[in-house]
């Protein structure tokens, strides 16, 4: 009987009365007690019984025993029930990881092969910062030679200047 107040206390009061010889009560709490072989605090899930002992001296013994076998059994077929969810987990798990095993093993490869590139990786960076670094003092030294290298330009268009000023002052004389 599983443990409702009102069918307890019907059962109960049968036993008292000589009806019955016993009342097997299944507590409210026994299938989260059953549940917690899984947890790290299992806890035992036991089984109520009541007897008349006025009516016969062996229905005690009788009564804890049957007790005894219904809770075996329940906790049997529990266990087999929690192996068999498990098992299927693991067995749905492994088909899923089989099935998902070319892609692990590409990201394996990819990843062994970012590994032993790693050094090159490292002096291809290292150069390259290098690099960056020359690079920004050639800019430097180019933005420095900026104003001589206007100076010189101005130089070249006098000169120009002055020489096509030159040639039309000759031109002009001979002319």
Not at 52 to 71: D, M, Q, Y
Request: proline share 3%; aromatic share 8%.
């Amino acid at each position: 009987m599983i443990g409702n107040s009102q069918l307890v206390k019907k059962a109960m009061d049968k036993v008292e009365f000589g009806d019955y010889y016993a009342v097997i009560v299944i507590p409210k709490n026994f299938s989260d007690k059953l549940s917690t072989v899984i947890n790290d605090k299992p806890q035992k899930a036991t089984v109520e019984y009541y007897v008349n002992e006025k009516i016969n001296a062996i229905a005690p013994k009788i009564t804890s025993k049957g007790a005894s076998v219904i809770v075996d059994q329940i906790s049997s077929s529990f266990i087999s029930t929690v192996n068999g969810t498990i098992f299927d987990i693991f067995n749905k798990l492994g088909i899923e990881l089989q099935e998902k095993l070319p892609d692990i093993e590409k990201f394996e490869d990819y990843i062994f092969t970012v590994e032993k590139k790693l050094p090159d990786i490292k002096k291809t960076l290292d150069s390259t910062y290098s690099d960056a670094k020359d690079a920004d003092k050639i800019i430097a030294k180019a933005q420095g030679m900026i104003p001589d290298a206007k100076q010189g330009v101005q130089q070249g268009l006098d000169t120009i200047d002055n020489t096509t000023k030159f040639l039309d002052d000759a031109q002009k004389k001979i002319g």
